[in-house]
């Protein structure tokens, strides 16, 4: 399977996977975390 | 490189998920997250750039139509002073003093500014020499109007031009941090498939070839005739 044809290179695609498209909160949350 | 990733724990066994612990649904969508997150910030900051370039050089272009039709003023002015008193003192010498060459915007103000000056002084005297040379012209208080509120706009447009620096939408550095975060999760990531590569050679390591390939998400194609943005050196997945 060619790159142009793999569902898992479409952006798109990805976000439909895994539950749409993480916050710029949740992404704070999360080095927030880190940095803590 | 978020897609490699979870093309293969879609399929992977329970086993190579064991040794994949940080790999999961939750840390994919915090890579993919941060990763657009860079990428939206650099475009929105290159598109930024171009609009202040397209604003500056408006400015600018208007600014030298004011000034060319400026200079021409300067010169109509001149030639009136000196039709009317140029060979008259204290006139000739003030006229002649009063006269820069120089076509950069503050010469040009201040060329005008004292050819209206004296233009004016020419319209209060009473000489009989001055006022039958002044009748010959259409010099008049209105008529002297024009070039001054030019001179005020061509200096207010220079003043302008020199000190208008439009505040970005994007503080300085915000793009760095967003690049910052997703490099740090990618770097998570690649680690973690390192890990399970080493203890089970089925699962694979993950190998960005150029950070511009693996930062930059694939996008829906824009319309046809829109420019592709897609500037050098780009983190972006």
């Known amino acids: 399977m060619s790159e142009s044809e793999d569902p898992f290179f479409d952006t798109d695609v990805l976000l439909e996977k895994l539950g749409g498209r993480a916050s710029d909160a949740e992404l704070d949350a999360y080095f927030e975390a880190i940095d803590a | ?237």
Request: glycine share 4%; charged share 25%; aromatic share 4%.
């Open chain 2, 1 to 237: 490189m978020v897609g490699d990733a979870l093309s293969f724990v879609s399929n992977a066994t329970a086993e190579q998920l064991a040794l994949l612990p940080t790999v999961t649904d939750v840390s994919l969508r915090l890579t993919l997250g941060a990763i657009l997150a860079a990428s939206d910030a650099y475009d929105a900051k290159a598109e930024e750039q171009t609009h202040a370039r397209a604003a500056r050089s408006e400015r600018r272009a208007t600014a030298d139509s004011a000034l060319d039709s400026l200079v021409a003023w300067r010169d109509v002015l001149f030639g009136t002073n000196r039709n009317i008193a140029g060979f008259v003192e204290p006139y000739a010498t003030r006229i002649r003093q009063g006269y820069e060459k120089a076509e950069d915007a503050a010469s040009v103000c201040a060329t005008v500014r004292a050819q209206i000056a004296i233009a004016r002084d020419l319209l209060k005297d009473k000489s009989p020499g001055i006022v039958t040379r002044r009748k010959t012209t259409r010099l008049s208080s209105s008529w002297l109007d024009a070039p001054a509120a030019l001179a005020d706009r061509v200096e207010k447009q220079a003043s302008s031009a020199a000190t208008m620096h439009p505040a970005p939408h994007l503080p300085e550095g915000k793009v760095d941090v967003l690049d910052g975060r997703a490099l740090v999760l990618l770097d998570e990531l690649i680690a973690a498939f390192d890990r399970g590569h080493e203890a089970m050679p089925t699962i694979p390591r993950l190998s960005p070839y150029g950070l511009s390939t693996v930062l930059r998400p694939r996008r829906a194609k824009k319309p046809a005739g829109t420019a592709p943005n897609v500037p050098p050196n780009t983190p972006t997945a």
